[in-house]
Nanobody, 113 residues
Framework: KLQASGGGLVQAGGSLRLSCAASGSIRDFNAMGWYRQAPGNERELVASITSGGFTNYADSGKGRFTVSRDNAKNTVYLQMNSLKPEDTAVYYC?????????WGKGTQVTVSS
């Protein structure tokens, strides 16, 4: 089970840190990541991190977002800085283990201009 938290309302230029807590060990997952979905849009990758710590970012978040993991806390984070109104979306935590994909409930991020 994945539980995302940390969303909210923030002004443009502000920061938020999202957390995704897993009910079990995140070492069991090949990779974990964050996706987002804005109204009328498809769900898209924001950032991901593998069990070995390799990170990948969508172009929209490069230089502004940082994904990290704390294996001891079984939690993955997404630090979002310099937020823009176009970052407004529901953010979902995702985890992959072999052929299986798991999703958490989303957390709303709203960036006001």
């Amino acid at each position: 089970k994945l539980q995302a938290s940390g969303g909210g309302l923030v002004q443009a230029g502000g920061s938020l840190r999202l957390s995704c807590a897993a009910s079990g060990s995140i070492r069991d997952f090949n990779a974990m990541g964050w996706y987002r979905q804005a109204p009328g849009n498809e769900r898209e990758l924001v950032a991901s991190i593998t069990s070995g710590g390799f990170t990948n970012y969508a172009d929209s978040g490069k230089g502004r977002f940082t994904v990290s993991r704390d294996n001891a806390k079984n939690t993955v984070y997404l630090q979002m800085n310099s937020l823009k109104p176009e970052d407004t979306a529901v953010y979902y935590c995702n985890a992959r283990r072999n052929v299986f994909t798991y999703w958490g409930k989303g957390t709303q991020v709203t960036v006001s201009s």
